[in-house]
């Protein structure tokens, strides 16, 4: 089994993080393969961003010729997860909504923990979407950045900080609320005494789960192939030059 996880921004350093964390997650015989957006930003933190990302994957994907059985959107709630399943005819999980469901079959209410507090908008219409959000007892943010998550230290200090708001708020298992927080939840799960749900360790095994099952995204409806038509994709697919500065 071949599973494609794609990082939602352009730093190589954080695909390779995410890489090691689905490697970790995935079973004997499933091979992960990691790509990294050409262009977008270098970390997503805000509407702009989630926006800008979510083009830049839905490009990276429809480039990327394979082969592969799934697909694992390793951006936590970002766009272009339905925009994913219309383009592609294998199965797409979402590091968001996997982490939600798992974790809503380990206890009533769940807390999602973060990096900026401008991202709880998106994870909380993330979730809305896909379905959870009335079992998610809070959206809490460390105050960190994404791309300051490779503090280890500051990040589990955060992380356990911020994890306390979430428990007062009445969740009983907590959510990483981002791909570049991928195996924190071995180092503070003991001590929060509570579990800890990883999104992308999630999305892989339930990428897993569906392909094992032989069953992909449905076409009757909202998810049907995307409408024949010409589309061109960027200022260069159209000819012109790429901007200067």
């Known amino acids: 089994m071949r599973i494609?996880?794609?990082?939602?921004?352009?730093?190589?350093?954080?695909?390779?993080?995410?890489?090691?964390?689905?490697?970790?997650?995935?079973?004997?015989?499933?091979?992960?393969?990691?790509l990294t957006p050409a262009w977008g930003p270098e970390s997503a933190e805000g509407w702009l961003d989630s926006y800008l990302s979510a083009a830049a994957v839905?490009?990276?994907?429809?480039?990327?010729?394979?082969?592969y059985d799934a697909v694992v959107l390793a951006g936590f709630g970002?766009?272009?997860?339905?925009?994913a399943r219309e383009l592609l005819d294998v199965p797409v999980v979402d590091i968001t909504e996997a982490a939600a469901h798992l974790a809503c079959l380990l206890g009533r209410r769940y807390?999602?923990?973060?990096?900026?507090?401008?991202s709880r908008g998106q994870i909380e219409d993330s979730l809305h979407a896909a379905g959870v959000a009335q079992n998610c007892a809070a959206v809490v943010g460390t105050g960190l950045g994404v791309l300051d998550l490779g503090d280890t230290q500051r990040t589990q200090d955060a992380f356990v900080a911020a994890a306390e708001r979430a428990r007062e708020a009445g969740a009983e298992v907590l959510v990483l609320g981002c791909a570049g927080m991928t195996g924190l939840q071995q180092a503070v799960g003991a001590k929060l005494g509570i579990p800890v749900v990883d999104g992308v360790a999630a999305a892989v095994k339930l990428a897993?789960?569906?392909?094992?099952?032989?069953?992909?995204?449905s076409r009757a409806g909202g998810y049907a192939r995307p409408l024949p038509k010409r589309r061109t994709w960027g200022r260069q697919a159209s000819g012109d030059p790429p901007p200067s500065g």
């Open 58 to 67: 839905l490009d990276t994907l429809r480039t990327y010729e394979g082969p």
């Open 208 to 217: 897993e789960s569906l392909v094992s099952l032989g069953l992909t995204t």
């Open 78 to 83: 970002e766009h272009g997860r339905e925009g």
């Open 4 to 34: 494609v996880v794609t990082n939602c921004n352009t730093t190589q350093e954080m695909t390779e993080e995410i890489v090691r964390g689905a490697r970790a997650a995935a079973g004997p015989g499933t091979t992960v393969l990691g």
């Open 111 to 118: 807390g999602v923990v973060t990096t900026l507090e401008r």
